[in-house]
């Protein structure tokens, strides 16, 4: 039961034109979601988040939208960079465990997407 | 500031063994989550712990099991292991507030097991 799904396995962009990563959940339950980075033998590295409150959350060259009715985000680079080739991973998070309780992001991860971008 | 760090970095068990890792979270972070990553697969959530106690539970058989310290730090163990626990083993921390709010993971390098 994949409740995040990212349906492209990788991308391929040149130097300075526009990444888009996209990414669909399932799990209405789902009320924060993040982007992660993940460079080979590093572990993931948080990019940008949003909450559900929101449709739009820039920083910099990322900018996240989320579209609440279609159950999709995605990611926009701009202008790409060769050091942003890497994998990105999509996850998304209640914001509070169904039993109530504290919820500190189980984090469910879609499958990533490689991001190859060339000079 | 250190960030979080896990060890071993590589393991290498034979099937029907148990083996532990550990995991010590950033400074000023109190939570600790644990994930497994598959080869071409994005982390899968195993558990989270908090004050000492396992909070959530991914689905994880029983033969995973963890711990926290009192120092936040904390350990993964898996018992009975199987070739299909072959993977990269993640542990990730998260401070929290008083509201309760959900932050952004900081994830360890991992720590790669492989099962023979």
């Known amino acids: 039961d994949q409740q995040v799904k990212q349906n492209s396995p990788s991308l391929s962009v040149q130097e300075g034109r526009i990444s888009i990563l996209n990414c669909d959940y399932t799990?209405?339950?789902?009320?924060?979601f993040l982007w992660y980075k993940k460079y080979p033998a590093e572990g993931p590295t948080f990019l940008i988040s949003?909450?559900?409150?929101?449709d739009k959350n820039e920083d910099g060259r990322f900018t996240v939208f989320l579209n609440k009715s279609a159950k999709h985000l995605s990611l926009h680079i701009v202008p790409s960079q060769p050091g942003d080739s890497a994998v990105y991973f999509c996850a998304a998070s209640p914001y509070r465990a169904p039993t109530g309780g504290t919820s500190y992001g189980k984090l469910t991860f879609g499958q990533g997407t490689i991001l190859t971008v060339h000079p | 500031d250190a960030g979080v760090t896990q060890s071993p970095t590589h393991l290498i068990k034979t099937r029907g063994q148990q083996v532990t890792l550990r995991c010590s979270p950033k400074s000023g972070h109190d939570t600790v989550s644990w994930y497994q990553q598959a080869l071409g697969q994005g982390p899968q959530f195993i558990f989270q712990y908090y004050e000492e106690e396992e909070r959530q539970r991914g689905n994880f058989p029983d033969r995973f099991s963890g711990h926290q310290f009192p120092n936040y730090s904390s350990e993964l163990n898996v018992n009975a292991l199987l070739l299909g626990d072959s993977a990269l083993y993640l542990c990730a921390s998260s401070p929290r507030d008083l509201h309760f709010i959900s932050y952004e993971q900081y994830f360890g390098p991992g720590t790669r097991l492989t099962v023979t």
């Open positions: 949003i909450s559900s409150i929101k």
């Open positions: 799990n209405s339950m789902f009320d924060y």
